[in-house]
């Protein structure tokens, strides 16, 4: 959680101290709200908002 946290905040999305666990990133009509569940994540938003952070995770994935 503490690493895919750290990489969200550095990529614009915001969250907040009522549920810290649900990041969301707007950019004009673009969208993504990502929850993060012990081993899952669920994303909701835009196709092209959840094609670009899709494409972010696999590549932080690879780097591990």
């Known amino acids: 959680y503490k690493y895919r946290s750290q990489y969200l905040l550095c990529h614009r999305?915001?969250?907040d101290n009522i549920c810290p666990s649900i990041f969301i990133k707007h950019h004009h009509r673009e969208f993504v709200s990502?929850?993060?569940?012990?081993?899952?994540?669920?994303?909701?938003?835009?196709?092209?908002?959840?094609?670009?952070?899709?494409?972010?995770?696999?590549?932080i994935s690879n780097l591990k």
């Open 13 to 15: 999305f915001y969250n």
């Open 34 to 59: 990502i929850a993060i569940c012990v081993g899952d994540l669920n994303i909701i938003g835009t196709s092209n908002g959840i094609q670009d952070i899709v494409t972010m995770l696999l590549k």
